[in-house]
């Protein structure tokens, strides 16, 4: 009888220790791949939609110059298309790690039909 509980013990004991060292182990590794590949934060710009070069762009309202690429997640890029010219808020994530900084767009919404320079308001009294 003894060695039958001693064997049962040991059984056991091997039994819960397994799991939890695998565990472990796979708790390093995820530890470990986030570190090395960062998920993108969802963000918002505002600007307006223009056509570049065969690329939507986001341009500054203010004085038109470039932002960043647009490229769209989750609908065509031709949806893009209907909103030139207009100033918008776009909501997505941003990958900054190419050349030209692209944004990940999930939704846009529109902040104005048109889309003009700002005035700095100099020369205003």
Not at 47 to 57: A, L, N, S, T
């Amino acid at each position: 009888m003894t060695r039958v509980t001693l064997l049962t013990v040991a059984v056991t004991i091997l039994a819960v220790g397994v799991p939890r060292s695998v565990v472990a182990s796979q708790a390093k590794k995820s530890e470990g791949s986030t570190n090395q590949k960062k998920k993108p934060e969802s963000a918002s710009l505002t600007g307006c939609v223009d056509q570049q070069e065969g690329q939507y762009v986001l341009v500054d309202d203010h004085d038109l110059k470039m932002v960043v690429n647009l490229d769209a997640e989750g609908f065509p890029i031709e949806g893009l298309a209907k909103h030139v010219g207009q100033k918008v808020i776009v909501r997505g994530t941003q990958n900054p790690d190419n050349a030209r900084p692209v944004f990940k767009v999930r939704s846009i919404e529109i902040v104005s039909e048109t889309c003009a320079p700002q005035s700095s308001g100099e020369g205003k009294k």
